[in-house]
């Protein structure tokens, strides 16, 4: 049962065009979510993340867009560069009812793939 | 600042031997986790802790054991290696705070069993 899924496992963009990564969740309960960059031998990168009482944060060439009736948010990146091409993967947690711990569940990832 | 720390970066091992992944992080963070990336997947949670001497177990946990004896360091112990335990590890950690924070991952260990 996976509750976090990225339909696309890769994605080719032109530079300097917008990309935009998708991600859908089935857990009700998920109210923090968040997307990380990772690049071949390393470790992921926290990128940026959203509150489920917001519905967009924006980071400079970053925004990421969460729509809580669909279950459903996105990454958008513009305009996208070269170094932009790694795989991105979204993560979601509950936060628990007792200050504890973030138990994220990690998407599968997307590949993007950003072409000169 | 060198944030998360794991070592060794690269390890094969027998089955049936045993070894342990070390993780430390020098941000003083309370919590600390352990994660593992199979190929095409996202990562999974196996043991995380809120702080010294107390760990629980998330997704993943069997096959694997960890302790938490300072704020530093977390290592995750593989005690009869197993082909299905062959994976990238990758340990993270985040402060304390009233609101959610990010985990700051290290580079992982890459782990092969034959």
């Known amino acids: 049962d996976q509750q976090v899924k990225q339909n696309s496992p890769s994605l080719s963009v032109q530079e300097g065009r917008i990309s935009i990564l998708n991600c859908d969740y089935t857990n009700s309960m998920f109210d923090y979510f968040l997307w990380y960059k990772k690049y071949p031998a390393e470790g992921p990168t926290f990128l940026i993340s959203i509150s489920s009482i917001k519905d967009k944060n924006e980071d400079g060439r970053f925004t990421v867009f969460l729509n809580k009736s669909a279950k459903h948010l996105s990454l958008h990146i513009v305009p996208s560069q070269p170094g932009d091409s790694a795989v991105y993967f979204c993560a979601a947690s509950a936060t628990p009812l007792i200050q504890g711990a973030q138990k994220l569940v990690f998407g599968q990832g997307t590949r993007l793939t950003i072409n000169p | 600042n060198a944030g998360v720390t794991q070592t060794p970066k690269f390890r094969i091992l027998k089955i049936g031997q045993s070894m342990t992944l070390q993780c430390a992080q020098d941000?003083?963070?309370?919590?600390m986790y352990w994660y593992r990336q199979d190929p095409g997947m996202g990562l999974k949670l196996i043991y995380y802790?809120?702080?010294?001497?107390?760990?629980d177990k998330g997704e993943v946990p069997n096959g694997y054991n960890v302790s938490r004896s300072t704020t530093e360091d977390f290592p995750l112990r593989l005690e009869l290696a197993a082909p299905s335990q062959t994976s990238v590890y990758f340990c993270?950690?985040?402060?304390?705070?009233?609101?959610?924070?990010?985990?700051?991952f290290g580079d992982g260990t890459r782990l092969s069993i034959l």
């Open positions: 802790s809120v702080g010294a001497g107390i760990t």
């Open positions: 993270a950690s985040s402060p304390y705070r009233a609101q959610n924070q990010p985990q700051h």
């Open positions: 941000m003083n963070h309370n919590y």
